[in-house]
């Protein structure tokens, strides 16, 4: 699996560190940098995992809200102190599918202070089709403190064995390593991981059909004038300005199982995973028949 994914992304088998999904990694890096007195600066929201584990390591946590749902990237930046270090961008930002671009990126990452470790979580690279979405494997070779983490749990759909993997220098690796718990990934995943990377044209087939599903619902929110985040991601973050929590019950109720935004700080909508063409007709459907009851549409 290491040399499959060294010669996928085009890096050197040192450069990687695999945990138990890239939760693990996230908490690997947490437990190496993080202690009492040290700060770590993400967005609000952004994937819980990053507070949570921070917070295991008694760390200050510094929340920047987003904006638009966007990362505020001028704001964390100006949060960064002496005392920072790890900088979490997630990209795409889980729950609102948004992306910091190519230009906005390389600008921060030009800015950040040397001592500061910047994390970008790519859990969801493989949907990302717009064209300024950075690539950020080659900027290992320019920022010495960057670390790109990534996953086999979203496109690549082996959630349940957990596997992902952060990449970043050589010298970065071997300091964390010793963060690592042994035999953190079985055998079975690692070579289920191993022939996945072999079936790109199933990658691809997948965000070619999860791409033309996404306009479909941009289509239904814009005809019912739900606000929405356009998405970069498998999934759609939508507005109902209701009660998130409501939303979720109606169409739980119903057989369909959403993400309330109540509890991912977004209290007025839901996130909604994109499936197939099948599995979306029926989101669509009781989504038009809640706008009816509550005379939205």
């Known amino acids: 699996m290491r040399e499959k994914v060294a010669k996928h992304l085009g890096v050197k088998e040192t450069q990687l560190l695999f945990g138990n999904g890239s939760d693990e990694v996230v908490q690997i890096l947490c437990r190496a940098f993080l202690e009492p007195g040290a700060n770590t600066v993400m967005a609000a929201p952004t994937f819980p995992q990053y507070r949570h584990n921070a917070i295991i390591e008694r760390a200050e946590v510094r929340e920047v809200p987003l904006v638009d749902g966007r990362h505020d990237l001028e704001a964390m930046l100006a949060v960064i102190d002496e005392n920072t270090r790890i900088v979490w961008i997630c990209n795409p930002n889980n729950p609102t599918g948004t992306y910091v671009n190519d230009t906005e990126l390389r600008a921060f990452l030009d800015r950040v202070p040397r001592h500061v470790l910047v994390v970008v979580d790519e859990a969801y690279y493989e949907y990302a089709t717009a064209p300024d979405y950075p690539q950020t494997v080659p900027l290992l070779n320019e920022y010495e403190q960057l670390v790109v983490m990534r996953t086999f749990s979203k496109a ?14 050589e010298t970065l690796i071997r300091a964390v390593e010793p963060a690592r718990e042994p035999f953190n990934t079985s055998t079975i995943a690692q070579a289920a991981a191993a022939a996945a990377l072999d079936d790109q044209a199933f990658i691809r087939a997948c965000v070619e059909r999860n791409r033309a599903e996404l306009e479909r619902y941009y289509r239904f929110c814009e005809e019912n004038g739900l606000k929405y985040y356009p998405s970069q991601t498998n999934f759609l973050f939508i507005d109902f300005g209701l009660d998130g929590d409501e939303v979720f019950r109606y169409l739980l109720e119903r057989g369909v199982i959403v993400r309330s935004g109540q509890a991912l700080g ?32």
């Open 156 to 169: 690549y759909g082996l959630a349940a064995l957990r596997v992902g993997y952060g990449v970043a220098s």
């Open 266 to 297: 977004l209290p007025t909508g839901v996130r909604v995973t994109v499936g197939t063409k099948e599995q979306n007709d029926r989101v669509l459907e009781l989504v038009s028949q809640l706008l009816r009851e509550k005379q939205l549409a």
